[in-house]
């Protein structure tokens, strides 16, 4: 059993990983960069060139795990790919969406490899897409087999991190490998926690995202959604806007529904905005509120909600007006993103209001911004001139990502005899690996080396 972490660096860029057994060759993941451009924004598939792949298995639609998708099938044309059809349905607006970002980039900034893909070959590359049933056995050629087949096989478990979200267990030569996806064991406010094996996992390859940050023990989902309720109300009372930068997947739909709550509960009512896309995804989560295991499963977002939709265009128009609520994509505030440019006219005003509600990269503009003390200077965006932090910045835990304790606590259950640590900052790992190390003295923790080889 050979494996290789095709990603670039030890990092949460593009995630990647190919595995070879029992003569068959697949690729777990294809996501892209969310900082790089052009061949920096792929995985490594040079360390697999000449090999050609028997299947691709995809654990949910975010960026990061599916946006280069095209770009590899283009390159493996004889290969299958699975994924639940939620993350069908959803990747299919997210990779359409990348093309249009990528369109934009090529003229602005004359990037020529872009757009890495187009509208038409997405939908050609869609229409190869199998969809698969949570919790059944497939073989690698996509058919349905009893779990206890001889066959290497794969099965989708519940991952509790953004709809239609998955951990893929592998069974082959013997043994059974999970890959973890990104994955949460704790209930959102409309996700449920995780449901993985609890025994009989050989190898674990396992998310890392938070292991660089302790959770307080006093910390709570609910005490949380009160901070972060009181918060709006003292945001509005000091006559300004609050600005929330959310991925398009998930932490809109999260938001939306914790909002949903202080309007039912009639403690607040304020008009809510939203980017495009996350509309687009919000219809499939109402779409599918009573398929499958949620909370609030009457919900309907956009019905219920009634929130404002801003684009590409409006976007440049659109005020900062007091007592409301903008959750607007992307969650890293990426420079031409909604968020970024609204927030241009958030930054230096002491009565409006940034909330972060979820993972962003240090060294992304809301990696930046999150840090910056009261006054200093940030640059958010390449082509703006720097702007003093005068806004009320906030910080709330409300990941989609496991607790550092709760994904320990899992490998412990397993006890497996090989972890793979992945997806996660240098730092992040680390810790994780330090710990593992310790706790499990039987089993063998590494960090695999992007683009080597090496035997499971
Ligand atoms: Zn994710
Ligand atoms: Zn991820």
């Not at 449920?192 to 989902?221: H, K, W, Y």
């Not at 969650?331 to 968020?339: D, E, F, H, R």
Request: hydrophobic share 40%; charged share 25%; glycine share 6%.
């Amino acid at each position: 059993m050979k494996f290789i972490n095709l990603t670039r660096r030890t990092e949460i860029g593009a995630n990647s990983y190919y595995l070879e057994t029992a003569g068959h060759r697949l690729v777990l993941d294809c996501g892209m960069h969310p900082k790089f451009e052009g061949e920096e924004a792929l995985p490594n598939m040079n360390a697999i060139a000449g090999r050609q792949l028997d299947a691709i298995i995809i654990s949910h639609s975010h960026q990061d795990h599916l946006g280069t998708l095209p770009v590899l099938m283009r390159r493996q044309p004889k290969a299958r790919v699975f994924m639940t059809e939620p993350t069908a349905e959803i990747g299919n607006v997210l990779l359409h969406n990348s093309v249009n970002v990528m369109t934009r980039q090529r003229e602005e900034s004359g990037t020529t490899m872009y757009p890495l893909f187009t509208h038409r070959e997405t939908d050609r590359a869609s229409e190869r897409w199998q969809s698969c049933a949570l919790r059944q056995t497939y073989t690698l050629s996509g058919e349905r087999v009893p779990a206890d087949s001889s066959d290497t096989t794969f099965e989708f478990f519940e991952a509790g991190h953004v709809l239609g979200s998955t951990g893929v267990l592998l069974r082959s030569e013997d043994r059974t490998i999970f890959y973890t996806g990104d994955v949460n064991f704790d209930d959102q406010t409309i996700a449920q926690a995780a449901v993985f094996p609890e025994t009989n996992v050989d190898i674990l390859i396992m998310e890392c995202t938070r292991g660089d940050t302790p959770i307080p023990p006093t910390l709570s989902r609910a005490s949380e959604e009160k901070r972060f309720m009181q918060a709006i109300e003292s945001a509005f009372a000091r006559g300004g806007c609050v600005l929330v930068p959310v991925f398009a997947l998930g932490k809109t739909q999260e938001v939306l529904a914790m909002l949903y709550k202080l309007r039912r509960d009639k403690i607040l009512d304020f008009p809510i905005y939203i980017g495009g896309l996350s509309a687009k995804i919000s219809e499939i989560y109402d779409r599918r509120a009573q398929m499958g295991r949620r909370q609030w499963p009457r919900l309907q977002l956009l019905d219920d909600l009634r929130p404002y939709v801003l684009n590409a265009d409006s976007i440049h128009e659109a005020q900062t007006r007091p007592g409301r609520v903008y959750a607007l994509s992307s969650g890293m505030m990426t420079p031409k993103t909604l968020s970024n440019i609204f927030s241009q006219r958030v930054i230096d005003q002491p009565r409006h209001s940034i909330f972060f509600v979820g993972y962003a990269d240090p060294e992304s503009p809301a990696g930046i911004l999150r840090n910056a003390l009261p006054n200093e200077e940030v640059t958010i965006a390449p082509d703006r001139t720097p702007q003093r932090v005068h806004c009320h910045i906030e910080q709330f835990q409300f990941s989609a990502h496991a607790s550092r304790e709760s994904l320990i606590a899992f490998a412990e259950r397993l006890a497996p005899k090989k972890i793979l640590l992945v997806h996660g900052d240098p730092p992040a790992v680390e810790w994780m690996r330090a710990r593992l190390v310790s706790d499990l003295p039987k089993s063998e923790v590494s960090v695999p080396t992007p683009g080597v080889e090496f035997e499971l």
